[in-house]
């Protein structure tokens, strides 16, 4: 019984690492551009050919710039870089 | 005589539109990820086709089509949308020459079942897969209509064989394309793909039906390019102030 649940929870994440990858809001603003075009289709019947594609480079401009950010603060600063090279013992 | 050929030619030429989109995400992803692992996904993909076709004959025209383009669609634009992102910062860095030394070298974040890119191996599966059933829709339907189905199933086999050989016998000449040019295309082309079924999936009536395939990719192409020239000044600036 365990190993079964073992084998879902691994399915599971396969699934979500292979679809999700490494920023979920693309594959979550996805799913709400397709909800809400679905809204519009079925519901007002207006044409909604529009939403997907602007909602598709919305969610790869602000996906380029959370990367940017997640980057920025990984990397140390240059007062840190600094700090670091005086205290470096080669130098 | 004309109208004897006449499910034959109509099956053709609209069988080679979807041949074209189904060669197009095979030879990019190969390209890009390896030729073994998109290979195998494509025929795998070609075999369930075959299965498919076969077990249900002309009934096929009775499998939900819009559900299938949605799921795959809403994928294939998921992938297409990971790629554009990593595309438009690695061209912003390094310019359309790029590097092929680094993080997006063939199966960068592929994961390895069986000894295959699964990415690879998924993405030809699908394209193959629902190119391939929209060809025997066209077949079935055209075929059907005529009552010619087997001039309909040679005219829809001629385009995938004439446009997979076109697709072979070019391939190689994408080798001499930058990797940062190629994962740049292949993001458009599935965003643009992508898009285009997942929205037609849902009853969106696109202006100018398949047609509008080419303006969306146009939209995306601009839409790329000044991405990448916003993102080039936002690192040019982030540059000058470490350096300061």
Known sequence: MRRIGDWLVAFGRFWWDFVVGDDWTIAAGVIAALAVTYGLVHGDARPAWWLLPLGSVTLVAVGVRRADRREQEAAPSAEERSRDSAESPGS | ?244
């Open chain 2, 1 to 244: 005589m004309l109208g004897g050929s006449g499910s034959f030619v109509t099956a053709f030429v609209a069988s080679v539109v979807e041949a074209i989109e189904m060669v197009t995400i095979v030879v990019g992803v190969g390209s890009i990820r390896g030729w073994r692992s998109t290979l195998v996904g494509a025929a795998s993909g070609f075999a369930v086709l075959v299965v498919v076709g076969a077990g249900l004959g002309t009934a096929l025209t009775a499998l939900p089509i819009d559900v299938l383009r949605l799921v795959i669609g809403s994928l294939l634009l998921v992938f297409g949308l990971q790629w554009l992102r990593k595309a438009v910062r690695r061209v912003a860095r390094k310019g359309l020459a790029g590097d092929d030394d680094e993080e997006l070298e063939s199966g960068e974040g592929g994961e390895q079942r069986l000894g295959l890119d699964w990415t690879a191996f998924v993405l030809a599966f699908k394209g193959v897969l629902l190119e391939g059933l929209e060809i025997a829709f066209i077949v079935v339907s055209f075929g059907t209509a005529a009552n010619q189905i087997w001039l309909a199933a040679i005219g829809g086999g001629s385009a995938l064989v004439l446009v997979a050989t076109l697709g072979a016998v070019f391939h190689g000449s994408l080798g001499r394309i930058p990797r940062s040019v190629l994962i740049l295309v292949v993001g458009l082309l599935l965003s643009t793909f992508g898009t285009f079924w997942a929205a037609d999936g849902l009853g969106v009536n696109w202006p100018g039906g398949d047609l509008s395939l080419l303006v969306l990719l146009g939209f995306y192409v601009l839409a790329a390019t000044s991405l990448v020239l916003v993102e080039r000044r936002v690192v040019g600036g982030h540059t000058a102030g470490a350096t300061a």
